[in-house]
């Protein structure tokens, strides 16, 4: 680990910035390229997101809601972490450090930083947000921890529930999050080991898990997260959260009824019949209005809809930064959701969080 001032030894003078090389072994020096380079692009980043968010008339709030310090196994401190939330332009990041909250009182004198948990003496990994303590209790269940946690006032979500890179999970652990109750918290993406593209085989398989548990008539919400143990993954990934305060309890609030999008790029807004995303539609309406919006500075590249499983519209573009859809669908289920996800040209991705439809019995 370097510690430095990293914005002022980038930005700052260059006389500086040799002298502070000839100190350095070759390793060092070759972090300090890695470091240089990652910055840099995730400048680039952090500006194309926000040219999109100018387009946009929505509130939303950038935020990833799982990440890890010095306090447990990342390689940076809060201090650190702090530069880089900036750096990327995010509005705020949750630092979930394991099975501890050491990193609380230092999380505390920076508004951006949030401390949370990441419960992982269990088979699966589940964080925690807003928790009252660190949870130690031994669980005989998933669902067990899911409800203790609820009920002593944290908001928990299962991390990487398919497995992260290079550790899949085997078929009878995610069968356990398959048999539980109706509405919980999981992420869809998660960027732990990735740097450039968050998404690969385990996120594929989570998102697959995702729609056969809302096919399955359950109200499940789906986050991303970079899961960073390095400092400079912040900003791969992220939730945009529809809200309109930076206040804890409103984004909080926000989280838990679905009100937000996942994305490495785009943004993307579902609405049925003028409800939100995370919302039910209790109805026997036989035909329901649909609308999407989809916006990226970096051109469009297609649009879809997916009901109950199922792609029902699939539009494509020729990199048009700001496009919307409407249309009617006929249910006749009794149970089924709608939900969207956008692409850009550069291959990027956005999914919405459903809007869940309930026949009137």
Not at 252 to 271: H, M, Q, T
Request: proline share 2%; charged share 30%; hydrophobic share 35%.
């Amino acid at each position: 680990m370097l510690f430095y001032d990293f914005k002022n030894m980038l930005y700052g003078d260059s006389n500086l910035m040799n002298d502070f090389k000839k100190q350095l072994s070759f390793l060092q020096q070759r972090e300090l390229r890695t470091h240089i380079y990652l910055s840099r692009w995730n400048e680039e980043l952090r500006n194309r997101i926000a040219e999109t968010l100018k387009m946009c008339d929505h509130k939303i709030i950038r935020c990833d809601l799982h990440s890890h310090s010095t306090h447990s196994d990342g390689r940076y401190g809060i201090d650190e972490l702090d530069t880089w939330v900036e750096h990327a332009g995010l509005d705020l990041v949750a630092v979930t450090d394991h099975n501890t909250l050491s990193q609380t009182e230092e999380c505390n004198r920076f508004p951006s930083l949030w401390a949370g948990i990441e419960v992982s003496a269990f088979k699966h990994h589940v964080v925690v947000l807003s928790p009252k303590d660190v949870v130690t209790e031994e669980y005989e269940s998933l669902k067990e921890m899911l409800e203790e946690i609820k009920n002593g006032g944290g908001l928990p979500f299962i991390a990487h529930p398919c497995g992260w890179y290079r550790n899949p999970y085997t078929d009878e652990a995610i069968q356990e999050i398959e048999n539980l109750g109706n509405r919980f918290l999981i992420e869809i993406g998660n960027g732990a080991g990735n740097m450039f593209n968050y998404f690969d085989v385990t996120d594929a398989e989570a998102m697959k898990l995702w729609d056969r548990l809302l096919v399955g008539g359950k109200k499940v919400i789906g986050l991303g997260n970079t899961d960073a143990h390095m400092a400079f993954q912040l900003g791969i990934l992220w939730n945009g959260v529809l809200c309109e305060t930076l206040d804890r309890i409103d984004v909080l609030n926000a989280i838990e009824k679905g009100r937000l999008f996942v994305s490495d790029g785009p943004i993307c807004i579902i609405e049925v019949e003028d409800k939100k995303m995370g919302d039910t539609i209790t109805s026997n309406k036989e035909k329901l209005k649909v609308k999407v919006e989809c916006y990226d500075i970096e051109g469009i590249s297609n649009l879809r809809v997916i009901k109950n499983g199922e792609i029902i519209q699939d539009k494509h573009f020729n990199g048009d930064k700001s496009v919307e859809i409407e249309f009617t669908d006929t249910t006749t289920e009794d149970i089924g959701y709608f939900r969207a996800e956008s692409y850009s040209l550069d291959k990027r991705r956005a999914y919405t969080n459903p809007i869940f439809i309930r026949k009137n019995t």
